[in-house]
């Protein structure tokens, strides 16, 4: 039998992949210049030693973490960002050599505007489709799964999302409802039956729907892809392996609705806590399975309805966090980094989620008092971001020089700390973006 | 019976609440006291989230509380009562952001506070705002927003407002998660409310509500 790597194997081993970077033949990549591999390898290991809070590195490192602002910056709308995926990666690139963070997260923000529109997604509203071209698509909150529904999500989430919840959500994706029990396909006796439904026209029509979303989605990941790989031989690394999410954001963001899930916490609190419980093995394959795909080991994990204001500290406790934390835990367990993002402020939760291992996880910081998370949290992660979008919009090319230098000297002297924007932007000053980044590289220099 | 009524709502025990409103109807209880026992129970959520012991989850359960009640008690009504306001405010997140979740909250908390509300939802471009102030005629605005595009258009919003010749009628307080003193002072509002309890401490100090 195959000797099972440990977590600390596993996630080395796609450390050391990431440093010898492979093409997309498998052949070691070949970097523009001598000095462009050095300053890879040299902007990984940055970032490694930082969160993994061993030894210093050679400085703090920093990064930019946009949502929309490299295309907008580029005078670009987001409406072409999201149909024109040739010109989406060229801006992106010419983004990242302007700015040269340590490392970049990729141009996927964007995503395929033509995808969307083949499969009818409902969830989102994007430009041309209920948004202005110049503006980011946005959530359609809603009831996406009914208040009756938990049983069926607890007793088999996958067969839910495929039967129920994506037919509701992409609206070509009707003919789901249709597909047979897959666990029920077992003998030669009866098989066929199974399969009848895929003979039926609504089952057909989706699926012709499917491949053409699917060679939509290849041709756009050839383009957005092709910048990660063109943005590695000139230097630049993307580290990011995936995202996957918090339980109960997944039952609060998309399938209940933040109405809903409140009012569950009443309703039917048990059943909420068994179907967070029954997502967070999914949650956690989601993450480890997209890292050994990507080959990156961070794990971006979005956190909404935990910030505070949302829930009181008990409820807090009780629904929010265990599950979380389950899910921190499994992605370490299976070698990866993951980077949970604390959107807004999450002053009255440190104590709480303080407890991690140490040098396993990467948080990002938005509005929080950045003193106690580095007393708190900080003491075992790495933090990276708290340079606001308030500051990144409107404030000067000084104050933000003098912010990260602060940060630096007060967060960062001990190492555990990456400069970065705190939430994702769409719009900045360039120069303050730009500030933020030599800022770090002139003050961050540890001796 | 009324006492009662008001400690399930505000306690959170929906069951027991619309239990007894249906055996109030039932009863004979003028349901005019129920609303008022309604009202009441709001006033005690609204201060309990001031206080931090309530939240969210709440604020929800409240609203829904309350209009599941209204329901049950409206057709024992000839018509609804007029409830005494103290003033008038229009809301809406502005143009381009279509989150409303924040916004909704703020909108049912300025009423459930005796003001009366007209919300604009979402994308609500600058002329719609200005109309609004036009016809509705209200003391207060508040202009909501999640994205970074919104620090623009909340102020293109107030500039449209002073084009029309009408900002020295309203008061103008925004709101949103990434708003700070320094996004209100580039929008040209006169204050941000950092939650929906914020907002409604505003409106009163701006009408000289105790």
């Known amino acids: ?447 | 019976m009324s006492k009662k009524l008001v400690n399930a709502i505000a306690d959170m025990r929906e069951e027991e609440a619309l239990k007894l409103v249906r055996e109030m109807v039932k009863g004979g209880s003028d349901p005019l006291q129920i609303l008022d026992a309604a009202r009441e129970a709001m006033t005690i959520v609204g201060r309990r989230y001031e206080e931090g012991t309530y939240f969210l989850p709440e604020l929800m359960l409240a609203g829904e509380l309350l209009s599941q009640i209204t329901d049950i008690v409206k057709p024992e009504l000839a018509k609804m009562p007029e409830v005494k306001r103290y003033g008038k405010v229009v809301i809406g997140t502005v143009k381009g952001d279509i989150h409303d979740i924040g916004k909704n909250i703020v909108s049912f908390m300025l009423d459930v506070n005796g003001f009366e509300v007209l919300d604009l939802g979402v994308d609500v471009s600058p002329q719609k705002f200005v109309e609004a102030i036009r016809d509705f005629q209200p003391q207060v605005v508040g202009l909501s927003g999640f994205l970074t595009l919104a620090f623009d258009t909340m102020k293109e919003t107030v500039e449209a407002i002073q084009t029309a010749g009408l900002r020295d009628k309203v008061k103008i307080m925004i709101g949103g998660g990434q708003v700070t003193d320094k996004i209100c002072e580039y929008t040209g509002a006169d204050a941000y409310g950092k939650d929906a309890m914020a907002g409604v401490s505003l409106a009163r100090k701006w009408l000289g509500v105790k």
């Open chain 1, 1 to 447: 039998m195959e000797k099972q790597l440990s977590p600390d194997e596993k996630l080395e081993a796609l450390w050391q992949g990431v440093l010898s970077k492979k093409d997309p033949q498998g052949n070691p990549l070949q970097f523009q210049s001598p000095e462009a591999e050095k300053a890879y390898r040299e902007r990984v290991l940055r970032f490694k030693d930082a969160i993994e809070m061993k030894k210093l590195p050679d400085r703090v490192p920093v990064t930019v973490f946009p949502s929309m602002f490299p295309w907008t910056y580029a005078g670009m709308t987001v409406q072409e960002a999201m149909y024109d995926y040739g010109k989406c990666a060229e801006v992106f690139q010419k983004f990242v050599l302007e700015f040269e963070p340590d490392v970049h997260w990729g141009a996927y923000a964007p995503g395929p505007g033509k995808f969307y529109e083949i499969l009818d997604y409902k969830l989102y509203s994007w430009p041309g489709h209920g948004v202005a071209p110049e503006y980011s698509y946005q959530c359609n909150e809603g009831e996406y799964m009914k208040p009756e529904e938990y049983d069926a999500l607890i007793q088999d989430p996958s067969g839910y999302f495929i039967n129920v919840y994506l037919p509701r959500v992409f609206g070509a994706l009707g003919g789901f409802q249709m597909l047979p029990f897959f666990p029920g396909i077992l003998e030669m006796y009866g098989v066929a039956l199974n399969f009848i439904p895929f003979g039926l026209p609504p089952v057909q029509g989706t699926f012709k729907a499917l491949f053409e979303a699917g060679a939509e989605a290849l041709q756009w990941i050839g383009a957005i892809g092709g910048a990660d790989g063109a943005l590695a031989t000139l230097g630049f690394p993307n580290i990011l392996g995936g995202f996957t999410k918090a339980p109960f954001d997944v039952i609060g963001d998309t399938l209940r609705g933040t109405k809903g899930i409140m009012l569950d916490m009443y309703r039917q609190p048990n059943k909420l806590l068994k179907a967070m419980e029954a997502l967070t093995p999914l949650m956690i394959k989601m993450g480890v399975g997209s890292a050994q795909a990507t080959g990156n080991p961070i794990i971006f994990v979005p956190l909404h309805k935990g910030a505070d204001g949302f829930l009181s500290d008990e409820q807090f406790k009780k629904f929010y966090w265990p599950t979380l934390k389950e899910v921190i835990l499994g992605l370490i367990e299976g070698g990866c980094i993951p980077l949970p993002a604390l959107e807004g402020f999450w002053n009255t939760r440190l104590e709480v989620v303080k407890d991690v291992p140490k040098g396993k996880t990467l948080w990002m910081v938005d509005q929080s008092d950045i003193a106690r998370v580095k007393k708190t949290l900080g003491k075992n992660a790495c933090l990276l971001g708290n340079v606001s979008s308030a500051m990144l919009n409107l404030g000067t090319p000084q104050e933000v020089r003098d912010h990260v230098k602060n940060l630096i000297h007060t967060v960062g002297k001990d190492g555990g700390l990456i400069i970065c924007n705190g939430a994702f932007f769409d719009h900045a000053r360039p120069e303050n973006v730009k500030a933020m980044v030599d800022a770090a590289k002139e003050y961050g220099v540890y001796k």
